[in-house]
């Protein structure tokens, strides 16, 4: 039987008890990766999730942290370097989303989200740097979106900090070459079962999506998990952002 292709190797994925997260990691544990669960308030889900690769004869263990906060993120790394004795693969997915007039923007609202979805990938990228340096090889893949790509103006805060991750991705790959690879992937409009209901808004926006892009249909947390499992074996490939989008930035 031939071994998986990330046999022996171990991912931690930010944000990962549900969603996005929650495929990337159910698809590098099949791919054989022992995977550290990372989380902040997701508990139940989170422990559920372990539940699940370890029912389907993988390791992985549930480590609770807020990664826009240095101490917590210190403490996350050292966690996986005593429980596994190394991180082969970063996956910086943790993230927030949400709609805000510009000119009716606070800085609350500004800092949660540069905090979130780009601080924590400069925070984990750091801690995880040395430890991949050390082993001769690593792979640092940082979730960004197509909001960093395109311009919507509702959402000008959240375009912002996935834009920062894209340059973040570039300059990394820079940085860190040539023993750790950096790539990005950019999601379009990826939609789970039942989330559309009882939102007319989003159930508007998502009919919208699908008769604009080319591929009519939104993306699942797979189509994003495929290209993760690409770049986490790839070896060639550093500085890049696979936009997984249907085709909708062609429109």
């Known amino acids: ?28 544990a099949a791919d054989g990766a022992a995977i550290v669960v990372n989380y902040m308030t997701s508990k139940a889900e989170a422990e ?19 990664v826009s906060k240095r101490t917590e993120v210190e403490k996350l790394f050292a966690a996986v370097e005593r429980e596994f004795g190394r991180l082969d693969i970063l996956v910086n997915n943790a993230g927030v989303f949400f709609h805000a007039k510009f000119q009716e923007l606070t800085d609350e609202q500004w800092d949660r989200i540069l905090d979130a979805n780009l601080k924590s990938q400069f925070l984990c990228s750091q801690a995880a740097a040395p430890i991949m340096k050390r082993q001769g090889r690593g792979r640092i893949i940082n979730l960004s979106s197509l ?22 991705t570039r300059c990394l790959a820079r940085a860190l070459a040539p023993e750790i690879l950096v790539n990005s992937v950019a999601p379009g409009t990826i939609e789970f079962p039942g989330e559309a209901l009882g939102d007319p808004a989003r159930a508007l926006n998502v009919k919208e999506y699908i008769e604009r892009v080319p591929l009519h249909r939104t993306g699942t947390g797979d189509d994003i998990a495929d290209a993760v499992a690409y770049l986490a074996t790839a070896d060639f490939v550093t500085g890049q952002v696979i936009v997984v989008d249907g085709g909708r930035a062609l429109v």
């Open 147 to 168: 909001g960093g790509l395109l311009a919507w103006p509702g959402y000008t805060h959240y375009c912002v900090s996935k834009a920062g991750s894209i340059m973040l």
């Open 48 to 66: 559920s999730l372990v539940r699940e690769i370890q029912g389907r004869g993988g390791r992985a263990t549930a480590i609770q942290a807020n």
């Open 1 to 28: 039987m031939a071994e998986k292709p990330l046999a022996n190797q171990v991912a931690l994925v930010t944000g990962a008890a549900k969603r996005i997260g929650r495929s990337i990691s159910l698809r590098l």
